[in-house]
């Protein structure tokens, strides 16, 4: 249990608001910013608590409002097999509340994530090995998951390079985000790390999260999406950094 304040109350409700503002402008980024922002308040699986029904909520929605869920399910489910198997795993890590070395993991997770968007040029992956590559993608998102609390690295990258339409993409996207955020949460309850004030207080940050995302919808009318993605992965860039060197310094 984490002693709260009106400071940390009102920090904890601004990040999710910030954190909803980037999903409603660019569609993801809700479990990065706010894990980014909370590793620097709190310790990685407190935050990873707190992370869990926001994520969940606005996750959920993003799965059932695309138009094709069965045939999505049947291309993945090896991937989101593998990710559930992956978090398993990884929660042995996080349960034993090893702050400095999640801390920097999730830095480094950041760092990667942010880099990679910046620079790199867009890939494709062959039909041919997408059978074969799907399960350990997903076994190593699931461990940087229950370690980080990060949702995308590598599963984004690797759904972008599958050639899917926009909108099933977009639904790709919330089935990967759902399947994180309930193994996650699975992964925590299992390893005795899910406690039930933080899950209150993450109950609580579903009202700032949804509010970020209708503000996000209406800034993304405003201004050019491009030009947001750019300076929020520049600011996510150097606080993954400042989160990666923390324990050296």
């Known amino acids: 249990m984490i002693e709260l304040s009106t400071w940390l109350v009102s920090a904890i409700a601004t990040t999710f608001f910030l954190a909803g503002v980037v999903k409603g402008?660019?569609?993801m980024g809700l479990p990065t910013v706010a894990m980014g922002a909370l590793g620097a308040?709190?310790?990685?699986?407190?935050?990873?608590n707190l992370l869990i029904?926001?994520?969940?909520?606005?996750?959920?929605?993003?799965?059932?409002a695309g138009p094709a869920f069965r045939p999505l399910l049947l291309r993945l489910w090896p991937m989101m097999l593998a990710i559930g198997i992956g978090t398993i795993l990884g929660t042995a890590l996080l349960a034993r509340g090893d702050t400095v070395l999640s801390t920097a993991m999730l830095g480094g997770?950041?760092?990667?994530?942010?880099?990679y968007t910046l620079i790199a040029r867009p890939f494709a992956v062959p039909a041919r090995v997408e059978a074969w590559l799907s399960p350990p993608i997903g076994m190593i998102t699931g461990v940087v998951t229950v370690c980080t609390g990060v949702?995308?690295?590598?599963?984004v990258p690797y759904l972008q390079a599958l050639g899917l339409e926009k909108e099933d993409l977009i639904q790709a996207l919330g089935l990967s985000f759902t399947v994180s955020t309930m193994t996650l949460a699975a992964g925590l309850l299992w390893r005795g790390a899910l406690e039930a004030d933080n899950l209150l207080l993450s109950a609580l940050a579903i009202v700032p999260a949804l509010a970020g995302?209708?503000?996000?919808?209406?800034?993304?009318r405003l201004v050019s999406p491009a030009t947001f993605r750019l300076w929020f992965l520049i600011g996510l860039l150097f606080l993954g950094a400042e989160l990666a060197l923390r324990p050296f310094l």
């Open 53 to 64: 029904l926001p994520s969940l909520m606005t996750n959920v929605w993003q799965l059932l």
């Open 25 to 27: 402008v660019t569609g």
């Open 151 to 155: 949702f995308v690295m590598p599963a």
């Open 213 to 220: 995302m209708w503000a996000g919808q209406v800034i993304r």
């Open 41 to 48: 308040l709190l310790s990685p699986i407190t935050a990873a």
């Open 109 to 115: 997770a950041l760092v990667v994530y942010a880099g």
